[in-house]
Protein backbone atom coordinates (compact mmCIF):
# COMPACT_ATOMS: atom_id res chain seq x y z
CA UNK A 1 0.00 0.00 0.00
CA UNK A 2 1.42 3.33 -1.31
CA UNK A 3 -0.03 5.56 2.15
CA UNK A 4 2.68 7.36 3.96
CA UNK A 5 0.62 8.76 6.98
CA UNK A 6 -1.34 6.31 9.34
CA UNK A 7 -3.91 8.36 11.92
CA UNK A 8 -4.13 5.06 14.31
CA UNK A 9 -4.90 6.94 18.01
CA UNK A 10 -8.18 6.49 20.26
CA UNK A 11 -8.91 3.07 18.96
CA UNK A 12 -7.93 0.95 22.44
CA UNK A 13 -5.23 -0.95 20.51
CA UNK A 14 -3.56 -2.93 23.14
CA UNK A 15 -0.49 -3.74 20.97
CA UNK A 16 0.81 -2.11 17.79
CA UNK A 17 -1.41 -3.50 14.53
CA UNK A 18 1.13 -6.02 12.78
CA UNK A 19 -0.69 -4.36 9.97
CA UNK A 20 1.90 -1.30 9.91
CA UNK A 21 3.60 -3.45 7.34
CA UNK A 22 1.63 -3.14 5.00
CA UNK A 23 2.57 0.15 4.27
CA UNK A 24 6.05 0.13 2.12
CA UNK A 25 6.70 4.09 2.59
CA UNK A 26 5.28 4.70 5.76
CA UNK A 27 6.60 7.55 7.32
CA UNK A 28 4.28 9.03 9.72
CA UNK A 29 2.56 7.57 12.33
CA UNK A 30 -0.26 8.13 15.03
CA UNK A 31 -0.74 5.85 17.54
CA UNK A 32 -1.24 8.17 20.96
CA UNK A 33 -3.97 7.54 23.55
CA UNK A 34 -4.34 3.88 22.95
CA UNK A 35 -3.10 0.90 25.63
CA UNK A 36 -0.03 -0.15 23.87
CA UNK A 37 2.58 -1.05 26.25
CA UNK A 38 5.48 -2.14 24.26
CA UNK A 39 6.75 -0.67 21.45
CA UNK A 40 7.68 -3.98 19.52
CA UNK A 41 11.03 -5.16 17.95
CA UNK A 42 9.97 -5.26 14.23
CA UNK A 43 8.46 -1.90 13.85
CA UNK A 44 11.99 -0.36 14.21
CA UNK A 45 12.66 -2.41 10.73
CA UNK A 46 10.53 0.16 9.35
CA UNK A 47 13.29 2.55 8.67
CA UNK A 48 11.32 5.12 6.49
CA UNK A 49 9.90 6.41 9.39
CA UNK A 50 10.39 9.92 10.48
CA UNK A 51 7.41 10.55 12.48
CA UNK A 52 6.13 8.66 15.47
CA UNK A 53 3.13 9.99 18.04
CA UNK A 54 2.81 7.36 20.97
CA UNK A 55 1.26 9.61 23.47
CA UNK A 56 -1.16 8.66 26.46
CA UNK A 57 0.03 4.84 26.12
CA UNK A 58 1.08 2.74 28.56
CA UNK A 59 4.89 2.40 27.48
CA UNK A 60 7.21 1.52 30.52
CA UNK A 61 10.29 1.65 28.39
CA UNK A 62 11.90 2.42 25.02
CA UNK A 63 13.72 -0.59 22.96
CA UNK A 64 17.30 -0.65 23.23
CA UNK A 65 17.45 -0.77 19.62
CA UNK A 66 15.36 2.21 18.92
CA UNK A 67 18.48 3.75 17.18
CA UNK A 68 17.53 1.62 13.95
CA UNK A 69 14.67 3.99 12.99
CA UNK A 70 18.12 5.69 11.19
CA UNK A 71 15.44 8.44 9.95
CA UNK A 72 13.16 9.76 12.81
CA UNK A 73 12.78 13.38 12.90
CA UNK A 74 9.82 13.15 15.98
CA UNK A 75 9.55 11.05 18.87
CA UNK A 76 6.45 11.49 21.39
CA UNK A 77 6.28 9.57 23.63
CA UNK A 78 4.63 11.85 26.74
CA UNK A 79 2.20 10.83 29.26
CA UNK A 80 3.45 7.39 29.64
CA UNK A 81 5.09 5.38 32.03
CA UNK A 82 8.44 5.77 31.32
CA UNK A 83 11.40 5.26 33.91
CA UNK A 84 14.55 5.43 31.80
CA UNK A 85 15.78 6.43 28.20
CA UNK A 86 18.03 3.78 26.62
CA UNK A 87 21.31 5.56 25.65
CA UNK A 88 20.98 4.91 22.20
CA UNK A 89 18.07 7.56 21.91
CA UNK A 90 21.73 9.70 21.52
CA UNK A 91 22.56 7.41 17.77
CA UNK A 92 19.08 9.26 16.35
CA UNK A 93 21.04 11.60 14.84
CA UNK A 94 18.30 13.04 12.60
CA UNK A 95 16.17 13.55 15.83
CA UNK A 96 14.08 17.47 15.77
CA UNK A 97 11.91 17.22 17.84
CA UNK A 98 11.49 14.45 21.57
CA UNK A 99 8.94 14.92 24.05
CA UNK A 100 9.07 12.54 27.01
CA UNK A 101 7.12 15.03 29.48
CA UNK A 102 4.55 13.37 31.66
CA UNK A 103 7.03 10.34 32.40
CA UNK A 104 9.32 9.50 35.55
CA UNK A 105 12.73 10.18 34.54
CA UNK A 106 14.53 10.82 36.70
CA UNK A 107 17.55 11.39 34.82
CA UNK A 108 18.85 12.17 31.32
CA UNK A 109 21.19 10.19 29.70
CA UNK A 110 24.55 12.33 28.73
CA UNK A 111 24.30 10.53 25.43
CA UNK A 112 21.60 12.84 23.85
CA UNK A 113 24.71 15.41 23.31
CA UNK A 114 25.43 13.70 19.96
CA UNK A 115 21.77 15.02 19.26
CA UNK A 116 23.10 18.50 16.94
CA UNK A 117 19.82 18.67 14.63
CA UNK A 118 17.42 18.27 18.02
CA UNK A 119 15.63 21.66 17.88
CA UNK A 120 12.67 21.02 20.23
CA UNK A 121 12.96 19.29 23.99
CA UNK A 122 10.01 18.87 25.87
CA UNK A 123 10.85 16.95 29.43
CA UNK A 124 8.32 18.63 31.60
CA UNK A 125 6.24 16.44 34.67
CA UNK A 126 9.45 14.42 35.50
CA UNK A 127 11.19 14.17 38.57
CA UNK A 128 14.28 15.15 37.46
CA UNK A 129 16.82 16.66 39.85
CA UNK A 130 19.36 17.82 37.52
CA UNK A 131 20.28 18.64 33.59
CA UNK A 132 23.10 17.25 32.14
CA UNK A 133 25.86 19.50 30.78
CA UNK A 134 26.15 17.68 28.04
CA UNK A 135 23.19 18.89 27.06
CA UNK A 136 24.57 22.39 26.09
CA UNK A 137 26.21 20.50 22.87
CA UNK A 138 22.92 20.07 21.36
CA UNK A 139 23.90 23.41 19.23
CA UNK A 140 20.21 23.70 17.44
CA UNK A 141 18.20 23.20 20.13
CA UNK A 142 15.75 26.23 20.00
CA UNK A 143 12.88 25.21 22.26
CA UNK A 144 13.31 23.34 25.72
CA UNK A 145 10.42 22.65 28.08
CA UNK A 146 11.46 21.55 31.84
CA UNK A 147 8.63 22.72 33.88
CA UNK A 148 6.70 21.13 36.89
CA UNK A 149 9.90 19.17 37.88
CA UNK A 150 9.10 20.04 40.95
CA UNK A 151 12.72 18.66 42.45
CA UNK A 152 14.66 20.64 39.95
CA UNK A 153 16.71 22.69 41.55
CA UNK A 154 19.18 24.60 38.98
CA UNK A 155 19.32 25.14 35.52
CA UNK A 156 22.67 25.18 34.00
CA UNK A 157 24.09 28.74 32.15
CA UNK A 158 25.52 26.66 29.33
CA UNK A 159 21.98 25.45 28.60
CA UNK A 160 20.16 28.66 29.04
CA UNK A 161 22.66 30.34 26.97
CA UNK A 162 22.14 27.82 23.93
CA UNK A 163 22.97 29.72 20.51
CA UNK A 164 19.79 29.24 19.40
CA UNK A 165 17.47 29.00 22.32
CA UNK A 166 14.67 30.92 21.80
CA UNK A 167 12.34 29.47 24.28
CA UNK A 168 12.56 28.16 28.07
CA UNK A 169 9.85 27.37 30.02
CA UNK A 170 10.95 26.29 33.95
CA UNK A 171 7.55 26.45 35.25
CA UNK A 172 6.69 25.05 38.80
CA UNK A 173 10.48 23.75 39.66
CA UNK A 174 12.57 23.71 42.70
CA UNK A 175 14.94 26.59 41.17
CA UNK A 176 17.37 28.43 43.73
CA UNK A 177 18.67 30.79 41.36
CA UNK A 178 17.97 31.40 38.03
CA UNK A 179 21.36 31.46 35.16
CA UNK A 180 22.24 34.98 34.98
CA UNK A 181 23.20 34.55 30.87
CA UNK A 182 20.62 33.81 28.61
CA UNK A 183 20.71 33.33 24.47
CA UNK A 184 20.38 36.33 22.43
CA UNK A 185 17.88 35.39 20.47
CA UNK A 186 15.51 34.28 23.58
CA UNK A 187 12.23 35.49 22.85
CA UNK A 188 10.46 33.92 25.26
CA UNK A 189 10.98 32.77 29.14
CA UNK A 190 8.56 31.24 31.90
CA UNK A 191 9.93 30.92 35.40
CA UNK A 192 6.11 31.04 37.39
CA UNK A 193 5.98 29.29 40.57
CA UNK A 194 9.45 28.83 41.81
CA UNK A 195 9.04 30.16 44.88
CA UNK A 196 12.93 29.41 46.45
CA UNK A 197 13.79 31.95 44.11
CA UNK A 198 15.30 34.74 45.68
CA UNK A 199 16.97 37.02 43.27
CA UNK A 200 16.18 37.52 39.23
CA UNK A 201 18.81 38.52 36.95
CA UNK A 202 18.36 42.02 35.78
CA UNK A 203 18.44 40.13 31.98
CA UNK A 204 14.55 38.93 32.64
CA UNK A 205 12.98 42.21 32.74
CA UNK A 206 12.36 42.57 29.04
CA UNK A 207 10.29 39.20 29.32
CA UNK A 208 8.15 40.38 32.06
CA UNK A 209 4.36 40.76 31.09
CA UNK A 210 2.06 43.21 32.72
CA UNK A 211 -1.24 41.47 32.85
CA UNK A 212 -4.56 43.33 34.08
CA UNK A 213 -4.05 44.71 36.95
CA UNK A 214 -6.80 43.38 39.73
CA UNK A 215 -4.75 44.31 42.89
CA UNK A 216 -6.67 46.51 45.21
CA UNK A 217 -7.26 50.18 43.78
CA UNK A 218 -6.90 52.12 47.08
CA UNK A 219 -3.50 52.75 47.89
CA UNK A 220 -2.89 52.27 51.74
CA UNK A 221 0.12 55.09 51.45
CA UNK A 222 -0.86 58.31 52.70
CA UNK A 223 0.58 61.16 51.26
CA UNK A 224 0.94 64.92 52.62
CA UNK A 225 -0.95 67.37 51.12
CA UNK A 226 2.25 69.77 52.32
CA UNK A 227 4.30 70.31 48.92
CA UNK A 228 1.26 69.28 46.69
CA UNK A 229 -0.75 70.51 43.82
CA UNK A 230 -3.65 69.09 42.25
CA UNK A 231 -3.99 69.06 38.55
CA UNK A 232 -6.76 67.24 36.17
CA UNK A 233 -5.84 65.47 33.54
CA UNK A 234 -6.86 66.25 30.14
CA UNK A 235 -7.29 62.92 28.13
CA UNK A 236 -9.02 60.98 30.83
CA UNK A 237 -10.23 63.53 33.05
CA UNK A 238 -8.25 62.01 36.22
CA UNK A 239 -7.50 64.41 39.10
CA UNK A 240 -3.70 63.63 39.79
CA UNK A 241 -1.59 64.95 43.12
CA UNK A 242 1.67 66.16 42.13
CA UNK A 243 4.57 67.10 44.01
CA UNK A 244 5.58 70.58 43.61
CA UNK A 245 8.00 70.77 41.36
CA UNK A 246 6.42 68.04 39.03
CA UNK A 247 6.84 69.06 34.87
CA UNK A 248 5.70 66.74 33.27
CA UNK A 249 3.79 63.13 34.36
CA UNK A 250 4.33 60.13 31.50
CA UNK A 251 1.38 57.68 30.63
CA UNK A 252 1.97 54.10 32.25
CA UNK A 253 3.27 52.61 30.57
CA UNK A 254 4.54 54.24 27.92
CA UNK A 255 7.93 54.56 26.11
CA UNK A 256 9.16 57.13 28.48
CA UNK A 257 7.61 55.19 31.80
CA UNK A 258 7.62 51.74 31.21
CA UNK A 259 5.73 49.49 34.40
CA UNK A 260 8.20 46.80 35.34
CA UNK A 261 8.30 44.01 38.15
CA UNK A 262 9.74 45.87 40.33
CA UNK A 263 6.60 48.69 40.38
CA UNK A 264 4.37 45.74 40.62
CA UNK A 265 6.63 44.73 44.25
CA UNK A 266 6.22 47.99 45.54
CA UNK A 267 2.35 47.48 44.93
CA UNK A 268 2.60 44.05 47.10
CA UNK A 269 4.91 45.59 49.50
CA UNK A 270 2.71 48.27 50.23
CA UNK A 271 -0.38 45.84 50.83
CA UNK A 272 1.74 44.43 53.47
CA UNK A 273 2.60 47.67 55.17
CA UNK A 274 -0.87 49.31 55.09
CA UNK A 275 0.44 51.13 58.53
CA UNK A 276 3.68 52.53 57.29
CA UNK A 277 4.47 53.93 54.06
CA UNK A 278 6.65 51.80 51.87
CA UNK A 279 9.34 54.69 51.45
CA UNK A 280 9.55 55.43 54.85
CA UNK A 281 10.09 51.78 56.22
CA UNK A 282 13.62 51.93 57.34
CA UNK A 283 13.92 48.13 57.47
CA UNK A 284 13.09 47.79 53.93
CA UNK A 285 15.63 50.08 52.77
CA UNK A 286 18.46 48.28 54.44
CA UNK A 287 17.52 44.77 52.80
CA UNK A 288 18.14 46.72 49.56
CA UNK A 289 21.81 46.30 47.36
CA UNK A 290 21.79 49.37 46.30
CA UNK A 291 21.60 52.85 47.91
CA UNK A 292 19.95 54.53 44.68
CA UNK A 293 16.61 52.37 45.44
CA UNK A 294 16.42 53.76 48.89
CA UNK A 295 16.26 56.94 47.48
CA UNK A 296 14.12 55.97 44.76
CA UNK A 297 11.60 54.81 47.05
CA UNK A 298 12.25 57.79 49.58
CA UNK A 299 10.87 60.20 46.98
CA UNK A 300 7.69 57.85 46.77
CA UNK A 301 5.20 57.96 43.84
CA UNK A 302 5.03 60.51 41.44
CA UNK A 303 1.40 61.15 41.10
CA UNK A 304 -1.75 59.22 42.40
CA UNK A 305 -5.16 59.54 41.10
CA UNK A 306 -7.44 61.43 43.37
CA UNK A 307 -10.86 60.05 41.49
CA UNK A 308 -12.58 58.01 44.46
CA UNK A 309 -12.56 54.88 42.64
CA UNK A 310 -9.05 54.64 41.34
CA UNK A 311 -6.47 56.39 44.08
CA UNK A 312 -3.84 54.24 41.94
CA UNK A 313 0.09 55.08 42.49
CA UNK A 314 2.10 56.18 39.56
CA UNK A 315 5.84 55.73 39.99
CA UNK A 316 8.45 56.48 37.85
CA UNK A 317 10.57 53.55 36.00
CA UNK A 318 12.66 51.72 38.30
CA UNK A 319 15.77 49.47 37.94
CA UNK A 320 14.75 45.65 38.04
CA UNK A 321 15.05 44.19 41.35
CA UNK A 322 13.26 41.45 43.65
CA UNK A 323 13.41 42.19 47.31
CA UNK A 324 14.56 38.72 48.92
CA UNK A 325 12.25 38.85 52.15
CA UNK A 326 9.05 39.80 50.89
CA UNK A 327 7.14 37.24 49.44
CA UNK A 328 4.70 39.03 46.32
Not at 112 to 129: D, G, W, Y
Request: glycine share 2%.
Amino acid sequence: MNKTILHWSYLNFKDVPMDLFLYEDLEEVYLKENYISVIPKWLLNITTLKFIHLAGNNLSELPVDIYMLENLEFLDVSNNEIKELPKTLGLLLRLQQLNVSGNQLTELPVELNTLRNLEQLNIAKNQFRRLPLQLSECVRLNELNVSENEALLHLPERIANLPMLQSLAADRCALVYLPAALSKFMNHVRIFHNTSVNYIPMIYERFYQNFYDNRQKVTPIAIAKKGLFCVRELETGKRLVLPVGTRKVYAVPSPENQVTLYDDCLHAVQTLNRHLPVYENAALHRLLPEPYMSAHINNGPIARCTTTNCSSCLYTTYYFMVVKRFHF
